[in-house]
């Protein structure tokens, strides 16, 4: 078995203009995609919004560090919530990754390295 990170994009300003009903529909959708899922979950969140985020940039060779408010970049789609995975395969990975519901953009899936 491998761990895959699956990364769901999507644009925050077409979330906020978005009918309640429609951002409740989608709520239920990841809240049923969770149970469907629940064998293969390995954790997962919403995230805060891009705006409260804060970029840190490491500068070789001196070591240096900054740190500004914002995102790295002006982008339309940012991530706002993932799913750490559990599959046998990539195959199955991809299953499951295509069941995550993402109105707004799309999702990412990436193989997650092992550690040791």
Known sequence: MAE????????EQALERA???????TMAAHREFARRHAAALRGGSRLHPSSVSTS??????????AIS??????????IGGYYLIE?????????????VPAP????????????S
């Open 87 to 99: 599959a046998a395969d990539l195959d199955e990975a991809l299953r499951i990754a295509a069941d």
């Open 56 to 65: 840190i940039r490491h500068h070789a060779p001196d070591g240096g560090v």
């Open 19 to 25: 009918d309640p009903h429609i951002v409740e529909q």
């Open 4 to 11: 895959y990170m699956v990364f769901i994009w999507g644009d």
């Open 69 to 78: 408010d914002g995102a790295f970049s002006e982008t339309k789609e940012v």
């Open 104 to 115: 707004f953009g799309g999702v990412e899936l990436r193989p997650v390295l092992p550690t």
